[in-house]
C-alpha cells in the first residue's frame, strides 16, 4: 500500500504543481487512497520532496540527481538566487532563504559531499549547518560566499 501510495505520489507531482500537503492528500482522496496530513508528510519525507519555484508560487518536486564535488552548478545558482545571508557561530553556519527554498538548498547541499560538512536541516527559510569542527566552517564560509558571488 505505502509503495504503491508514493508512486501515485511521485506520478501526481510530475503531472500538475501540488504547493502544499492538503492539496496532495485532496488529490490521493479524490482517486480512492485514504490517508492523513500526518501520512502525506512522511511519504514527502521519505520521497525527498522539495519545493521549486514554478511559475507564480512554489511547488513540490521530485530530486533530480545529487551534485557531484566536480559540478555545483545546481547548487550555486539556488544560492544566488534564494540565499539571503549567512553566518557562522562555532562549528555551526545558518543559511538565511527566501520562504520556501530551504529544503531545496538544504537537499543540494547533502549531495555536494563536501569534506567539511557533516550534515544540515531545514525549515522553511532557515538552514542550520553542522560543520565536521570549528576550522572547518572558515572554509565551508568562504566556499559559500564564493558561489553566492559568483
Known amino acids: 500500500m505505502k509503495s504503491k501510495r508514493q508512486k501515485r505520489i511521485m506520478e501526481i507531482i510530475n503531472q500538475e504543481p501540488i504547493g502544499t500537503q492538503e492539496e496532495l492528500a485532496q488529490h490521493l482522496l479524490n482517486e480512492g487512497i485514504s490517508v492523513t496530513q500526518a501520512t502525506v508528510s512522511r511519504d514527502i519525507k521519505e520521497l525527498r520532496l522539495v519545493k521549486v519555484a514554478r511559475g507564480d508560487g512554489y511547488a513540490y518536486g521530485l530530486p533530480s540527481g545529487q551534485p557531484s564535488i566536480q559540478d555545483n552548478t545546481r547548487l550555486r545558482r539556488i544560492l544566488r538566487d534564494a540565499v539571503l545571508r549567512i553566518a557562522e557561530s562555532e562549528n555551526i553556519i545558518v543559511i538565511h532563504t527566501l520562504p520556501g527554498n530551504a529544503n531545496s538548498v538544504c537537499s543540494l547541499l547533502d549531495g555536494a559531499e563536501w569534506e567539511e560538512y557533516l550534515g544540515a536541516v531545514a525549515g522553511d527559510d532557515t538552514i542550520l549547518v ?8 572558515a572554509v565551508m564560509m568562504d566556499r559559500l560566499r564564493e558561489m553566492i558571488e559568483q
Open 130 to 137: 553542522v560543520a565536521k569542527s570549528k576550522d572547518h566552517v
